[in-house]
């Protein structure tokens, strides 16, 4: 199997999984890039999250709808600007996401007990440079997912 093919049948393989887990926590991959992007800085518009975490503003409406009703998001006026809206973590939010970033450690993170500290490094640039080409052509490739790269 080439390894662009491998890569992809173990990406898809890993989300599959992180999936299933985030779903226990009432999270979609794009609902815990939110929280994550949003624990990171101060508040956000919902197109500045939308460049953040790699998807059109329309996609996290309902994500971002979803994350309010659960209290962990809240929406604001900006002070400056009241026609910009603005999207902050709150301390529900905040909890939550320390929860899920917990139990990922205990759940996720030892299914990849198989690989030696010593080739860490090494596959962790491997996958951070796999990910900054692919995203080249992209206006803002600085973070994936909310995760800064």
Request: charged share 25%.
């Amino acid at each position: 199997m080439p390894l662009s093919r491998l890569l992809a049948v173990a990406g898809h393989v890993v989300a599959i999984r992180w999936q299933r887990f985030m779903g226990g926590y009432g999270l979609t991959p794009h609902g815990l890039a939110v929280l994550a992007s949003l624990e990171h800085g101060s508040a956000l518009t919902q197109r500045e999250l939308a460049r953040r975490c790699g998807v059109a503003p329309s996609t996290l409406n309902h994500t971002v709808d979803h994350l309010t009703r659960s209290g962990w998001v809240e929406r604001g006026r900006d002070a400056a600007d009241r026609r910009l809206v603005r999207l902050a973590l709150t301390e529900t939010g905040r909890r939550h996401l320390r929860q899920v970033q917990e139990a990922a450690d205990r759940q996720i993170e030892p299914m990849l007990d198989h690989l030696a500290p010593s080739d860490e490094p090494a596959v962790r640039r491997f996958l951070l440079e796999t990910v900054t080409r692919f995203q080249e052509m992209d206006e803002d490739h600085s973070t994936v997912l909310g995760y800064p790269l």
